[in-house]
């Protein structure tokens, strides 16, 4: 459990902002890491909130205030918060063993501390695994710049024999929205690749391109019921199927 006095001796430099909350900023050569550290809470839980280059105390304060009583430590949840300046839905809720916030400067004291991460409602599904939730923001969705635009949770499970390329054991991979593109292209004409997508609600299409110029969209996995598209129309399709 975290003390402001444990804080204080671990940390350094800290800024009181209001009861229980705290600011403490990490200076970096090449940007500032501000964590908004939240003590004395229900369950005996402590929360952080991280910022790259940006300090809003407002918005810290507001985002703790909306953060749910009871809130689960064996795994990741997602949590609807009120409309806000930056655009967020929800807060997904990190229990310590899946992040690394604040470890190695403190141990036993961090075994309550939950990551808080703003997310827009798309970005993630909420029941994502520690090491697929590391991939994402490391790869894909930079979750401490407040100011992002939103990055759709994207996975695919492909085959392009013409460019002899695909995912590995039928096991989907997250990728970025531009190279998602870019294989929807790669597969025209392709008469046996194909291209899977799910999105944050685990939801599934599949494309496939079996002459040059004709797309067919598949929902729910249902080939009975395919959906002669153009590629305007496909990436239109693809679009709002991501959010």
């Not at 910022?51 to 810290?60: H, I, T």
């Not at 909306?66 to 930056?86: A, W």
Request: with cysteine; aromatic share 10%.
């Amino acid at each position: 459990m975290l003390t402001e006095n444990n804080i204080r001796e671990r940390v350094g430099e800290i800024k009181n902002i209001n009861q229980g909350l705290f600011l403490c900023p990490f200076q970096l050569p090449a940007k500032t890491i501000n964590n908004y550290i939240k003590i004395e809470n229900p369950q005996d839980l402590d929360f952080i909130l991280v910022s790259f280059n940006l300090r809003d105390d407002e918005f810290a304060n507001y985002l703790f205030e909306s953060l749910p009583d009871q809130i689960d430590l064996t795994r990741i949840s997602k949590n609807h918060i009120p409309s806000n300046k930056y655009g967020f839905s929800d807060v997904l809720l990190v229990p310590p063993t899946c992040h690394s916030q604040l470890k190695g400067i403190f141990d036993k004291e961090r075994e309550n501390l939950i990551w808080c991460i703003p997310i827009h409602k798309y970005e993630f599904s909420g029941n994502e695994s520690k090491e697929e939730l590391r991939e994402m923001y490391i790869r894909t969705t930079p979750v401490q710049d407040w100011k992002r635009k939103g990055v759709p949770k994207i996975k695919i499970y492909f085959s392009n024999p013409k460019t002899k390329s695909g995912t590995i054991n039928k096991n989907p991979v997250i990728l970025n929205y531009e190279y998602l593109i870019n294989e929807i292209k790669e597969i025209n004409g392709v008469e046996n690749g194909f291209l899977e997508i799910t999105n944050y609600k685990n939801e599934v299409i599949e494309i496939v391109s079996p002459l040059e110029g004709q797309y067919f969209l598949i929902l729910n996995r249902d080939d009975s019921k395919r959906i002669l598209m153009t590629i305007d129309q496909i990436i239109e399709a693809v679009d709002q199927f991501l959010i």
